[in-house]
């Protein structure tokens, strides 16, 4: 069976009780179980594919949450570690009236960095596996390592591997240590997931065109380009374009909207028969893209990444309208 692989980090989020207040005034805060990856594990599991979380996570509370949580979803933990050296990393939201975020984040280090290479070892890799990783973990840390092991071993084996830039600045040292980063890993990935927010930044290019074109570098075959409630776009390496329009909806927490979105596209093809997810995407692109988008602005209109996320059967049934 195909499966997702998703790898970096998992954490618990503190979502604020109040909109539009700078995160200092914020008196209240709910908590939800988030990271990029984790996020992207959870989706793709509840609209009905097959996730591993690779991880590690803090021996404490928050670690168990985020462990009862995805277990409970169906997200499979049997490459997630825990340790005593480090807590489960923390990330603390403040949000605007129309839903967007700021963030700040406690994890110096944080149990998810301490993830080693050598963690990877025991992971068994097809052909059928899809690799899904961000930005976050290649901090220069033990993850980064590991990120390395694991593309190299689905490289091997003729897997997919999927990246997200999804830049989150504060967790850096400089925007050049960012950028450097990202641009390490962007060849090794055959399909590339960039907003319109972090497009400019990571090429250098303002030129939208221009910027798409430079993102085929190395192994990039497919470049997705959101565009938050204006859709997304598939770019081919051949010039094959798909455009499809978003859904309008009444946002009120954005926390999590990409990654839903690249979990919903990752479920499809997961629990697809085909087994070249270039000419998957090609073939299907529109229909993806459809149901993709419908998938991340439903979670913009309710708090909270994993806790927003609707089923297969609720996607479905809307799409049939």
């Given at each position: 069976?195909?499966?997702?692989?998703?790898?970096?980090?998992?954490?618990?989020?503190?979502?604020?009780?109040?909109?539009?207040?700078?995160?200092?005034?914020?008196?209240?805060?709910?908590?939800?179980?988030?990271?990029?990856?984790?996020?992207?594990?959870?989706?793709?599991?509840?609209?009905?594919?097959?996730?591993?979380?690779?991880?590690r996570l803090g021996d404490d509370a928050f670690g168990d949450l985020i462990v009862e949580t995805i277990e409970a979803i169906g997200v499979k933990t049997n490459y997630l570690k825990r340790t005593t050296e480090a807590n489960t990393a923390l990330a603390f939201v403040s949000l605007t009236k129309d839903g967007?975020?700021?963030?700040?984040?406690?994890?110096?280090?944080?149990?998810?960095?301490?993830?080693?290479?050598?963690?990877?070892?025991?992971?068994?890799?097809?052909?059928?596996?899809?690799?899904?990783?961000?930005?976050?973990?290649?901090?220069?840390?033990?993850?980064?390592?590991?990120?390395?092991?694991?593309?190299e071993k689905v490289q091997k084996a003729g897997?997919?591997?999927?990246?997200?830039?999804?830049?989150?600045?504060?967790?850096?040292?400089?925007?050049?240590?960012?950028?450097?980063?990202?641009?390490?890993?962007?060849?090794?990935?055959?399909?590339?997931?960039?907003?319109?927010?972090?497009?400019?930044f990571v090429t250098g290019l303002k030129d939208e065109e221009k910027a798409i074109q430079w993102l085929?570098?190395?192994?990039?075959?497919?470049?997705?380009?959101?565009?938050?409630?204006?859709?997304?776009?598939?770019?081919?390496?051949?010039?094959?374009?798909?455009?499809?329009?978003?859904?309008?909806v009444k946002a009120v927490d954005t926390t999590g909207a990409g990654d839903a979105f690249i979990g919903a596209l990752i479920s499809r093809l997961v629990t697809s028969e085909k087994t070249d997810v270039i000419q998957q995407l090609k073939e299907e692109g529109e229909s993806i893209l459809t149901f993709s988008n419908y998938v991340a602005a439903t979670v913009t209109t309710k708090y909270g990444a994993i806790d927003s996320l609707p089923d297969l059967k609720e996607v479905n049934e809307a799409l049939i309208k």
């Open positions: 069976m195909k499966r997702l692989l998703a790898i970096g980090e998992a954490l618990i989020d503190f979502i604020p009780n109040t909109t539009d207040s700078k995160l200092k005034d914020v008196e209240g805060f709910s908590r939800q179980v988030g990271g990029a990856p984790c996020n992207v594990a959870c989706t793709t599991t509840k609209l009905g594919g097959n996730a591993e979380m690779i991880t967007e975020r700021d963030f700040s984040f406690y994890r110096k280090p944080s149990a998810d960095m301490l993830f080693k290479a050598q963690d990877v070892e025991d992971i068994d890799v097809t052909e059928n596996d899809i690799l899904h990783f961000c930005s976050v973990d290649l901090v220069e840390s033990p993850m980064k390592q590991a990120h390395k092991a694991l593309i897997g997919t591997i999927v990246f997200d830039p999804n830049v989150r600045l504060p967790l850096w040292e400089s925007e050049a240590d960012c950028k450097n980063a990202i641009h390490e890993f962007l060849p090794l990935a055959n399909v590339v997931k960039i907003s319109d927010e972090e497009l400019s085929f570098q190395g192994n990039v075959q497919v470049v997705i380009y959101t565009k938050g409630p204006e859709g997304a776009v598939l770019f081919f390496k051949d010039g094959t374009v798909i455009d499809k329009k978003g859904v309008k």
